[in-house]
């Protein structure tokens, strides 16, 4: 259709009128005339008063139409100009952007979005929001969607379902739309990608890891260095003692309590630093967090200098909170750390756990707190402290107040977002030149932590006669293992390597009741020794040693979860049970 401009449209409307007035003069001036024929004078003053009336009435209709035209065609570029403007925006924006209805179902997306997502724009319209969130960020924006949650509400971090598999983390924040009444119309969502910033997260997480445990090395070798002086110094004992006649029982019998309680001590030392340093899974569990807190106490003093003095205080009724007690531990050990170098002159760390309850009022000053029992963790020192300015960014990533090279800004960050993973609320009070003071936040449960295993010093060793395959390279487990089997009767067959194995099982005409290997070797891991094994033996029962975790090696996909495992280091009667428990068990686990 052909644009028309506002001049156009008055000359047309105003032409349109003189017609009309021309008409209207034509036929007056008949009647004039017929009436006022003998006055030749008022005849003529009539047509000019005539004509000159329809000029100017057709100028000022030619004027005002053109200003109203020109006035709607101005409003309509306009708003054609804004919508476009806003089109480009929404089109060409870095964020991923749409709009839902009340029930959270799609209504307008951008192509950043569907980018994001691995989708089409025209698959997304109509599709629940909700579907696109992975199901452990999903109950994040449920809420919020129906409810229609406040503007000022905090943006949340969810992860994506992305068709591809690829893992896309976006920080979502959410404006709720509503007409004048109130009534709610919906929901604008803007998704920023933060996929790099939780990739780069969890990079320093574990270098923060690996830096806390180089500075425990000095306090670990310290308590190696006892630990090995006891196991040495009594097996002299038991050599000279050896060569004694008669050999007296009883004080061989002593050495060998202590050995093994200095083992013991090394297994615990061993045990808390994998758990400290490893790369492990979020995995949620019932905490203790008073115990938890004295049995750190002994690792976080090697983490302070001579001239602080580390106090650890635990309450009676500290009640039991459910996370992850390797993040946990994370975080109490980052807290520590910072009010270390808060103290550069020394002073004082007081680390304490005792039980809290935030109310309504808390909350309403603190947005990410929820009123309710909670478990309270506080870390304080005496250090030249922060100011208000300071306080406020204290959390954020890459904000640090150290020099540069000695912080990287992500410590507390870091602890932010374990204790929000976990439903807690973390806070800190400072003031310059009297120190600060951390407080830790954790939801109580009412669930009471699983009991551990009972350690059976005592039990029955129990043995066999079944024909037992042995592969690991490690040449003193290698020896133990086929010294306590042949001891307790098996038939066993040792070997250094998964070929030597295979070689032999190949040729080896007899029954093989079990396999027990090492998870990582040289050449070929113990499981997929295990399947060429059982490929020709489908019987074939296998227990998997190894020094690793097993949780660790799940995660990593070299064990599956299911598989019989004996973590190292274990004492003769545990792998005789161990053993017996799978000779026994029915069905072959791989």
């Known amino acids: 259709m052909k644009h028309v401009s506002p001049r156009q449209i008055a000359g047309r409307i105003a032409l349109i009128y003189a017609l009309f007035g021309v008409v209207w003069i034509a036929l007056t001036d008949t009647a004039v005339t017929a009436i006022v024929e003998k006055n030749a004078f008022l005849v003529y003053v009539h047509t000019v008063k005539g004509w000159a009336f329809i000029f100017l009435t057709a100028l000022l209709v030619y004027y005002l139409v053109r200003c109203y035209a020109s006035a709607i065609e101005h409003s309509e570029n306009e708003l054609a100009s804004s919508e476009e403007r806003y089109r480009r ?19 307008l997306v951008n192509a950043r979005f569907a980018q994001m997502v691995g989708r089409s724009v025209e698959e ?32 949340c971090d969810v992860k994506l379902c992305v068709q591809s598999g690829q893992e896309v983390w976006a920080m979502a924040a959410i404006s709720p739309m509503f007409t004048d009444d109130g009534c709610h119309l919906g929901s604008l969502f803007m998704f920023t990608d933060i996929s790099d910033r939780k990739r780069l997260e969890s990079q320093v997480r574990q270098f923060q890891k690996l830096e806390a445990v180089g500075q425990l090395a000095g306090g670990v070798a310290h308590d190696f260095n006892n630990i090995v002086t006891a196991v040495l110094g009594n097996v002299d004992l038991m050599r000279l003692r050896l060569k004694r006649d008669p050999i007296p029982v009883e004080s061989l019998s002593s050495d060998i309590d202590q050995i093994e309680r200095a083992g013991e001590r090394a297994m615990a030392l061993t045990r808390q630093l994998l758990m400290f340093s490893r790369r492990q899974v979020v995995r949620p569990e019932i905490i203790d967090v008073g115990r938890l807190l004295s049995e750190m106490e002994k690792m976080l003093s090697r983490l302070i200098r001579d001239d602080i003095v580390l106090r650890v ?84 990533p890459f904000f640090t107040t150290k020099p540069a090279g000695k912080g990287t800004g992500l410590g507390l960050a870091t602890a932010y977002g374990i204790i929000k993973q976990s439903g807690g609320h973390i806070s800190v009070y400072s003031e310059p030149g009297i120190g600060s003071t951390f407080r830790v936040y954790l939801p109580a449960t009412d669930e009471c932590p699983e009991a551990e295993p009972v350690h059976q010093t005592a039990g029955p060793e129990v043995g066999g006669n079944e024909t037992i395959l042995v592969c690991e390279d490690n040449e003193a487990i290698r020896k133990l293992l086929c010294r306590v089997l042949k001891e307790k009767g098996y038939n066993v067959n040792v070997f250094g390597s998964p070929s030597a194995a295979i070689e032999f099982a190949q040729s080896y005409d007899g029954h093989i009741d079990l396999l027990i290997t090492d998870v990582v070797m040289a050449g070929m891991n113990g499981p997929d020794l ?61």
């Open 89 to 107: 925006i929404f089109e060409t924006a870095h964020e991923g952007i749409c709009t839902t209805d009340p029930m959270g179902r799609i209504l």
């Open 124 to 155: 997304l319209i109509g599709e629940p929001l909700l579907t696109l969130v992975d199901p452990e960020s999903r109950h994040e924006l449920a809420g919020r969607i129906q409810n229609g949650a406040a503007s000022s509400t905090h943006p």
């Open 313 to 396: 205080a635990v309450d009676e009724d500290v009640p039991f909170v459910r996370a992850d007690a390797g993040q946990l531990e994370q975080v109490v050990v980052n807290l520590v750390v910072n009010a270390r170098d808060a103290m550069p002159e020394g002073g004082q760390i007081v680390v304490k756990a005792s039980a809290a309850q935030l109310d309504a009022e808390y909350a309403a000053l603190h947005p990410d707190a929820q009123p309710g029992s909670y478990a309270l963790i506080e870390v304080s020192d005496t250090g030249h402290g922060m100011d208000e300015a300071t306080v406020q960014r204290v959390f954020e």
């Open 530 to 590: 295990a399947e060429t094994l059982q490929s020709t033996r489908p019987d074939l029962k296998v227990l998997y040693v190894s020094g690793y975790p097993s949780d660790v090696i799940s995660h990593h996909g070299v064990l599956e979860r299911s598989a019989d495992f004996l973590s190292k280091p274990f004492t003769a009667s545990t792998l005789l049970q161990r053993v017996r428990e799978v000779l026994d068990a029915a069905g072959v686990k791989n």
